[in-house]
């Protein structure tokens, strides 16, 4: 309840403030059971941008940092959202993602760890959440945000099909092999920017 009334405020303000447009809309509201998005990071107001756009609730997994101050993690954690350690191997926020997407959730990863304005680097891929999605058995929903977050600035949300991406890899999987995937995540990501133009 306390996440429908504050998405809710936060689409009037949305809609008030800039100009959104979102692109294959379908691709979100089809989702069934658990599932990731991951999407570029260009500003705060990405996960604003994601969840007013969604019509079911998106469990965010965000920096470490914004949950030291106790009224914003208050506020975070009763949105569904749980810190990660951006600088090494967070355990507790692995086990938070599976958790959301074993009880058929949906969880929304900024995959680069970081907001990124230079554009595409698969150096920034991460193997963390190619190893969630294949322990967890979901396909991924690639998005990708742009626009100037300015008064009446005009945001487009555009969203990538839900993607199976460990379809054919049979086998061990090992670090190498989540890194790699993640480089296609990312590849996926920006492509859809591509599409957009």
């Known amino acids: 309840m306390f996440y429908k009334i504050v998405v809710g405020i936060l689409r009037i303000l949305v809609f008030l403030i800039f100009d959104l447009k979102v692109h294959n809309k379908e691709n979100l509201d089809n989702i069934e059971g658990g599932a ?11 996960p604003v941008i994601l969840a007013v756009s969604c ?11 914004l949950f030291e101050n106790k009224l914003f993690s ?18 507790s926020s692995v086990k938070n993602a599976l958790k959301v997407l074993n009880n058929g959730g949906i969880l929304g990863i900024y995959p680069e760890g970081t907001r990124v304005k230079t554009g595409f680097n698969e150096d920034n891929a991460k193997p963390g959440i190619a190893l969630i999605a294949n322990k967890a058995k979901v396909k991924i929903i690639p998005v990708y945000v742009k626009g100037p977050y300015k008064f009446r600035g005009k945001i487009e949300l555009f969203i990538g099909e839900e993607k199976d991406y460990f379809e054919n890899i049979s086998g061990k ?12 995540i990312l590849k996926d990501i920006y492509s859809l920017n591509r599409e957009g133009k």
Not at 173 to 184: A, C, F, P, R, V
């Open 36 to 46: 990731i998005i991951c999407g570029n990071h260009i500003s705060l107001i990405d």
């Open 55 to 65: 019509k079911r609730q998106v469990h965010f997994m965000g920096k470490k940092e």
């Open 74 to 91: 208050f506020i975070f954690r009763n949105l569904g959202a749980f810190p990660v350690d951006r600088q090494g191997v967070s355990l």
């Open 173 to 184: 999987i090992n670090t190498e092999t989540y890194t790699e995937i993640g480089k296609e």
